[in-house]
């Protein structure tokens, strides 16, 4: 999660002390491993759908900004190169399976970023302008009611807009690739990444109906790796670089093809800036 709210991180550390029955962090440090845990159980069992409770966040000093703030600000090392990629359903697994209208989206989303609560204009702003409540399936990743539209917002906010950040900041030439075989959900991508064809997956769900594709992805991550581009003549099948059209190796299933990234828009544009916290 985007966190930059010392607020909130306040909330968790005092929390933290209240579970272990302590009144410093140097006392903590001198409790039982028993204790410890309970506390550590407590804590992130009681973290917002999705999340859990710690992570990397803002503090000014090791983490100066969000990095996609960062990344626009030209805050980063040039001289690496960039392979990148995402899954198409990122942000299902991650909210709340009883997001059903426009209050608990906005609850959500005020869970998460407490100090939107600031700026009611902004949430407004997120809920009725970048993903409104139009489920003709012409907005983001194509919404046809809230849970999928709450699912989007979460994708974009959190995983999938930070690949755009990195393309934009690398001036395109990266090579980035979506990740789209079904469910295509946060993580279903590790089966592929690391498919050996001798060990046989004991959850079908999270198989490798095509092995083609899974041994295509190692093959460009390996020869990414080691010559700086994911291209192998004869090998693979050509992997473009992102360049001004935004162009993306498309995994599914059925094939290897190349479409424009979904997430080259307006809303990560808008999320980028952080105007949020």
């Known amino acids: ?7 909130q991180q306040e909330k968790i550390f005092q929390n933290y002390l209240k579970w272990s029955n302590v009144s410093s962090i140097e006392e903590a440090r001198n409790l039982s491993t028993e204790a410890l845990q309970f506390a550590n159980t407590v804590t992130v069992g009681l973290a917002n759908y999705g999340g859990f409770t710690y992570g990397p966040v803002v503090d000014g ?3 100066p900004a969000l990095p996609g703030q960062l990344l626009a600000r030209g805050q980063f090392d040039k001289s690496v190169k960039v392979m990148v990629g995402h899954n198409a359903n990122e942000g299902l697994i991650f909210t709340p399976p009883y997001t059903n209208n426009d209050t ?6 005020a869970a998460n970023l407490p100090s939107i609560l600031a700026f009611p204009e902004t949430l407004d702003y997120i809920t ?8 003709d399936g ?10 999928d539209r709450a699912s989007a917002l979460t994708a974009e906010m959190v995983f999938t807009c930070n690949t755009f950040y990195l393309d934009k900041a690398y001036n395109n030439q990266t090579y980035s690739y979506l990740f789209s075989a079904p469910p295509a959900l946060h993580g279903f991508d590790v089966p592929y990444t690391f498919y050996n064809a001798n060990v046989t997956s004991s959850s079908p769900i999270r198989g490798v109906p095509n092995p083609a ?8 991550i390996t020869n ?4 700086g581009t994911p ?6 099948p050509m992997f473009d670089l992102y360049g001004a059209n935004a162009t993306v190796q498309n995994l599914n299933v059925t094939g290897i093809s190349q479409l424009r990234d979904p997430v080259a828009n307006q809303r990560c544009n808008w999320w980028q800036k952080g105007l949020f916290s």
């Open 104 to 109: 608990a989206i906005q609850e959500q989303l």
């Open 138 to 147: 012409s907005q983001a990743q194509g919404y046809t009611n809230n849970l």
């Open 128 to 135: 009725n302008t970048l993903y409104p409540p139009v489920f």
């Open 231 to 236: 291209n192998q003549a004869g090998v693979v």
């Open 61 to 63: 000093d090791f983490l």
């Open 224 to 227: 990414f790796a080691m010559r």
């Open 213 to 220: 594709i899974a041994i295509a992805l190692q093959e460009y």
């Open 1 to 7: 999660m985007p966190t930059t709210s010392s607020n």
